[in-house]
């Protein structure tokens, strides 16, 4: 069961690979045909993955959403769902320029670091698990596809005002930091730093010269490689036509906002699921675990953003960039924390 598990999660990668590259070369030179094929991969990949995680559930005899394989495998299935659900009802294949490539690469670095179903930590083992864990990833994904969706009203915006110097830094940019970013955490995963308590009790990182040699490597490759797929990507999309292939600014704020409400409600009950789990297991609501402070200032952010929107009729541009701005805080908490302060949510 195990091996047909792995060869589903192969099966996935290669597919939502496939998907990226098709998608990308649909969009930019109004292949249909590309548009097309590009969606079957991507549900191919889709079921593949579904299966993987219904096997990997199965041997394991949990739910899959412990350690870091298992929370980004489920994060990049979240993140194909929401897309191909907003797809469908909106329209909006634009989004996946930026949503499919990141579940790629989600999938690739799970598989990167893939290992079998193991016993849960005493402190994971409970029902709370499932709930808590699975919406959070859920609202996560969400917020992504908020990010998605307000990244490109900037652009359509920029375009329809024929500023296309403008488009291509934004591009440039989204692509060198995400790039960068993922380069330095992919270093971070394969150098492996020490984890230890100090004298205080709290859990800390203890980085070799080596560690940083290779996390610097991996940002290195990361920025290199993003700043050349960075001009290509620019010099695509900031072209009078590419504007003709983006959905309308009305269609895309509705979606952003829309995946915002629905990310602030799940990451409410994860918080609130937290909370209860966390008075089962530590005997405390609220332990100010770094990850759960982070957390509750994703959320205060994201209820800010809902609140602007509504009180001060922040809509448009400037709810396009608060969403864009606020995923980079979401991906702090989920992955930045535990390269900076691991607390009692580091579980690898």
Same mark, same amino acid.
């Given at each position: 069961?195990?091996?047909?598990?792995?060869? !589903?999660?192969?099966?996935?990668?290669?597919?939502?690979?496939?998907?990226?590259?098709?998608?990308?070369?649909?969009?930019?030179?109004?292949?249909?045909?590309?548009?097309?094929?590009?969606?079957?991969?991507?549900?191919?990949?889709?079921?593949?993955?579904?299966?993987?995680?219904?096997?990997?559930?199965?041997?394991?005899?949990?739910?899959?959403?412990?350690?870091?394989?298992?929370?980004?495998?489920?994060?990049?299935?979240?993140?194909?769902?929401?897309?191909?659900?907003?797809?469908?009802?909106?329209?909006?294949?634009?989004?996946?320029?930026?949503?499919?490539?990141?579940?790629?690469?989600?999938?690739?670095?799970?598989?990167?670091?893939?290992?079998?179903?193991?016993?849960?930590?005493?402190?994971?083992?409970?029902?709370?698990?499932?709930?808590?864990?699975?919406?959070?990833?859920?609202?996560?994904?969400?917020?992504?596809?908020?990010?998605?969706?307000?990244?490109?009203?900037?652009?359509?915006?920029?375009?329809?005002?024929?500023?296309?110097?403008?488009?291509?830094?934004?591009?440039?940019?989204?692509?060198?930091?995400?790039?960068?970013?993922?380069?330095?955490?992919?270093?971070?995963?394969?150098?492996?730093?020490?984890?230890?308590?100090?004298?205080?009790?709290?859990?800390?990182?203890?980085?070799?010269?080596?560690?940083?040699?290779?996390?610097?490597?991996?940002?290195?490759?990361?920025?290199?490689?993003?700043?050349?797929?960075?001009?290509?990507?620019?010099?695509?999309?900031?072209?009078? =036509?590419?504007?003709?292939?983006?959905? =309308?600014?009305? !269609?895309?704020?509705?979606?952003?906002?829309?995946?915002?409400?629905?990310?602030?409600? !799940?990451?409410?009950?994860?918080?609130?699921?937290?909370?209860?789990?966390?008075?089962?297991?530590?005997?405390?609501?609220?332990?100010?675990?770094?990850?759960?402070?982070?957390?509750?200032?994703?959320?205060?952010?994201? =209820?800010?953003?809902?609140?602007?929107?509504?009180?001060?009729?922040?809509?448009?541009?400037?709810?396009?960039?608060?969403?864009?701005?606020?995923?980079? !805080?979401?991906?702090?908490?989920?992955?930045?924390?535990?390269?900076?302060?691991?607390?009692?949510?580091?579980?690898?």
């Amino acid at each position: 069961m195990q091996q047909l598990e792995q060869i !589903l999660f192969g099966v996935t990668v290669f597919a939502y690979l496939a998907a990226a590259l098709l998608a990308t070369f649909g969009l930019a030179y109004r292949r249909k045909e590309a548009d097309r094929v590009g969606v079957w991969a991507l549900a191919a990949g889709f079921v593949a993955q579904t299966g993987s995680l219904v096997l990997r559930w199965i041997a394991g005899g949990r739910v899959p959403l412990a350690g870091m394989h298992e929370t980004l495998a489920f994060l990049s299935w979240s993140t194909v769902l929401l897309f191909l659900i907003a797809d469908r009802r909106y329209k909006v294949k634009a989004a996946g320029l930026i949503l499919v490539p990141g579940a790629f690469f989600m999938a690739a670095i799970a598989a990167l670091l893939y290992e079998g179903p193991r016993p849960l930590q005493a402190d994971l083992q409970s029902h709370w698990l499932t709930v808590h864990a699975s919406v959070s990833l859920l609202g996560y994904a969400a917020f992504a596809l908020a990010f998605a969706s307000g990244f490109f009203y900037v652009v359509q915006e920029d375009l329809l005002k024929k500023k296309y110097t403008q488009v291509r830094a934004l591009i440039r940019a989204l692509i060198v930091v995400l790039g960068t970013g993922t380069g330095t955490y992919v270093g971070y995963l394969i150098a492996d730093p020490t984890l230890f308590e100090d004298a205080t009790g709290h859990r800390v990182y203890a980085y070799s010269q080596s560690d940083w040699t290779i996390i610097g490597i991996g940002a290195g490759v990361g920025l290199v490689v993003s700043l050349a797929l960075g001009l290509i990507a620019a010099r695509g999309a900031a072209r009078p =036509s590419f504007a003709n292939r983006l959905p =309308s600014l009305s !269609l895309l704020d509705r979606l952003s906002f829309h995946s915002v409400v629905f990310g602030v409600a !799940l990451l409410s009950v994860g918080i609130v699921t937290g909370a209860i789990w966390a008075r089962a297991v530590w005997g405390s609501w609220w332990e100010w675990d770094p990850k759960q402070t982070w957390a509750l200032a994703a959320w205060l952010f994201y =209820s800010g953003y809902l609140g602007v929107r509504g009180l001060a009729n922040w809509r448009g541009r400037h709810a396009a960039l608060l969403a864009i701005a606020g995923l980079f !805080l979401i991906l702090f908490t989920f992955l930045g924390i535990n390269f900076f302060v691991p607390g009692k949510h580091d579980f690898n």
